[in-house]
């Protein structure tokens, strides 16, 4: 849909509800948030529901932020103690790489 | 299936309450004619006269602004006649023009679609080795016969094509009976198992060849947030451009299994069979598709958005929004009164501002039909849905077929960009008129989703073969046969399948590339001759 | 060393065609779907010299026979392209959005030359290029290690000469000037058969004929288009 045309209470319900969405462990949304609200919230002239847009998207860009440095330092802790956690580390792989020659 | 293409200039078509006609695409080639009749009988059709009106907008700017109904009707035959013969030229121009530009807005997410088959085919070999049947193909081609195999693939691609067939009545029947719920969840049933359990295949097989290393929360947080997204975009509302890729992706996937699952010579069969099968299914005068899409012609709707890939944005955001204006107007618009209200006008000019907004041809149908968002949503669902069924393999495979054939439709309503265009110039002056929001309502190339898959079908099927000679061959083939597919649309302005000129296209150039040219060319490789 | 030797072939042919296309080509879709056009053109003349080599069995190793007719088929169809595109005309003229397509005759033929070039260059060197990426590679036990390089560096020459070809072919045929058809035709059979020579591995003469030939194209190209020395010095110096 084209956000831009849509009418401002409308923007604001879809960023609320996209910003409230994410909570359900959904940073994905937080992120689609931020770019698809960020023209209305940043570059526009103002309007009435503006200020709360900005709020949301900004909500969702920390989160989005956040949620990417404990995913990374996830990936890293686990990564580099796979093998010494053993078993355990090897039940919770998706993907154990295979070794090359 | 059906790969219809409607240039639809919806607008007219869509804005005529009466909806007799069929694709938009129809109506807008009959606009001539159209034009005529409004000056013979103004009252009768609002739509006419929104389409006349559109015509005349050029010369509108007043007039569309004094038009009232009554003026606006014969404004709209007056236009017609008076600016008509430079604005009929103008605008059939200007469809040819949009029609290039739709072309290439179709080119792009069909050439993506396929090179991500493509890509995988050729670096995830899971998908390129068949050891799984579909449910529907008994037969397995072990034999090495050539006639054995040939009598398998047949039988198997007549079984497929009847469980299709039997799917696309069904569709139709719920349709009719307006079992809307049926249909959407369904279609979200599929769609939801292709984003989660064929993503999650998908993304295991992708991790495997690339000898990637992840853990299991990983895995999962990230198939939760794809699939919700997809949903959310898919189903309700996104942003375009991510729906759009999703519905690639979907497709793509979808195309996969295809490739995966059939056997080698089914697989060719089942897409001779699929193009000759959307011949029949949109051109004869009971073919389930060409009675789909005149039932939604005569309900107003957009037909199964969920199953087409939109190059504008499909479905309206106005679905809530406008409701207030839209129900006021349905009021008007169950009688053929042209009387959509001004503001849906408006509001749809404004996001016709820009052409492209304009595209955005739902809104502008929210304007005329409060229908229509909503439908567009079920249909992108459906579509979605159906893709996942297939994915699937099991009765929801089939439906999506149906669904696919729905989706394969491809409507052109590039001439009522131009008007759109014109109409956002003089949005201010014709605003009060129905007919700009008509008219850009349903503008933009829509091509069905079952086309993106089984073009990705041929060309991964022919990349799978390890010759890139065959699978260029067969690429610009299909582009070429698209073309060709909408170029008739602008002739003949009815609803045309688009699987059968680029299908045929594609077989006889994979086949005699790969038997006639790839040897030819190797030889000249090898030696480094350049022709 | 097989990656870096695919992208760096990879570019050497493709690059410059590319970078037309994208500056000269892609923001305009009636040019996308002419030079698809004339891929598509280019693709049935060789479907049909292909056919021919095919169905001469005794002479299929004699590979100058099928260049020879695979050349001819490939000028049939540059001059069948041309009716149709000058046939069209009209009708490109109400379609077109940018008007220098129409007015400027040139630009039509040098974006199906493109094509012709581009899809060309594609069927000779894109399973050379497969191969290239690994796990193997040339120059090891036997055959040299210039295979790669060379049949790059050839179908950039051979994109490019398409391209020039199809200007003064177009405007040949609009102003029938014999000599440049004869020109077209003749050195695009001398180029081709000239490569038979590649199969000796004698680069040197080849490649260096070739590029000869290419510049000498490109600059009668240039000329039939209307450019003058004064008009490349004006470019260059950015006046």
Known sequence: MDFSKAPNPRKLQLCRTYFYAGFALLPFVWAINVCWCFEEAFRKPPFPEQSQIKRFVIYSAVGTLLWIVALIAWIIIFQTNRTAWGATADYMSFMIPLGSA | ?531 | MTLPEFFGCTFIAFGPPFALFVFTIANDPLRIIILIAAAFFWLLSLLLSSLLWFAMIPLRDVLAFGVFFSVVFQECFRYIIYRILRSTEQGLQAVAEDTRVTDNKHILSYVSGLGFGIISGMFALVNVLADMSGPGTMGLQSGTELFFVTSAAQALSIILLHTFWSVIFFNACDTNNYLHIAYVVGSHLFVSLLTLLNASELYTATLLTNYIITILTGLLAFRVAGGTSRSFKKFVTCQ
């Open chain 2, 1 to 531: 299936m059906d790969g219809h293409v409607n240039a639809s200039s919806s607008s007219r078509s869509g804005a005529g309450a009466d909806g007799s006609g069929l694709s938009g695409a129809a109506e807008r080639l009959e606009r001539p004619p159209k034009r005529t009749q409004q000056r013979g009988n103004y009252g009768s059709n609002n739509q006419d006269q929104t389409d006349a009106a559109v015509l005349a907008v050029p010369s509108v700017a007043v007039r569309g602004s004094s038009a009232s109904r009554p003026s606006r009707l014969s404004g709209g035959g007056g236009g017609g006649g008076g600016a008509g013969p430079p604005p009929n030229e103008t605008e059939e121009d200007q469809g040819l023009k949009y029609g290039a530009q739709h072309v290439i807005k179709l080119f792009v997410p069909v050439s993506l679609c396929m090179l991500l088959v493509v890509a995988t085919i050729n670096s995830i070999s899971f998908y390129s080795s068949t050891d799984v049947y579909l449910l529907y193909t008994p037969f397995h081609e072990l034999s090495p016969e050539p006639s054995v195999k040939f009598w398998n693939a047949l039988a198997n691609s007549l079984i497929l094509m009847s469980v299709v067939v039997v799917m696309t009545i069904l569709l139709i029947v719920l349709y009719k009976k307006r079992c809307y719920r049926i249909i959407h969840g369904w279609l979200i049933l599929s769609s939801f198992m292709l984003l989660f359990i064929f993503t999650y295949l998908y993304l295991e097989e992708l991790l495997r060849a690339y000898n990637v290393p992840m853990d299991y929360p990983t895995a999962l947080l990230f198939m939760w947030n794809f699939g919700v997204a997809g949903m959310m975009s898919i189903h309700w509302q996104g942003p375009l451009r991510l729906q759009q890729g999703y519905l690639i992706f979907v497709a793509a996937l979808m195309a996969l299994v295809f490739i995966k699952y059939l056997p080698e010579w089914t697989a060719w069969a089942v897409l001779a069979a699929i193009s000759i099968w959307d011949l029949i299914a949109v051109l004869t005068p009971r073919g389930p598709l060409r009675i789909l899409v005149e039932t939604a012609q005569e309900r107003n709707e957009q037909i199964f958005p969920a199953l087409i890939y939109s190059s504008t944005v499909i479905y309206t955001l106005m679905g809530t929004h406008y409701t207030p204006q839209q129900s006021a107007e349905p009021a008007v618009t169950s009688s053929p009164s042209s009387s959509n209200s001004t503001t849906t006008t408006r509001a749809t000019q404004n996001s016709l501002a820009s052409p492209e907004a304009a595209v955005a041809s739902s809104s502008s149908r929210s304007g005329n039909t409060r229908t229509h968002p909503h439908q567009n949503q079920r249909d992108d669902s459906n579509v979605m849905a159906a893709e996942a069924e297939a994915a699937g393999f099991t009765q929801e495979w089939s439906d999506n077929l149906n669904d696919r054939v729905a989706r394969r439709q491809i409507e052109v309503q590039s001439t009522q960009s131009g008007n759109a265009q014109r109409s956002n110039e003089y949005r201010t002056v014709t605003a009060p008129d129905q007919a700009p929001a008509d008219a850009q309502e349903e503008r933009g190339i829509k091509l069905g989703l079952g086309d993106f898959i089984f073009y990705s079908v041929l060309v991964g099927k022919a990349s799978s073969y390890g010759d890139w000679t065959t699978t260029i061959a067969c690429f610009v083939a299909i582009l070429i046969g698209l073309c060709l597919t909408l170029l008739l649309l602008a002739v003949w302005r009815k609803a045309l399948p688009a699987l059968p000129i680029s299908i045929t296209f594609g077989l006889i150039f994979c086949f005699a590339t790969s038997a006639v040219v790839k040897p030819f060319m190797e030889n000249l490789s090898a030696k480094q001759v350049f022709i």
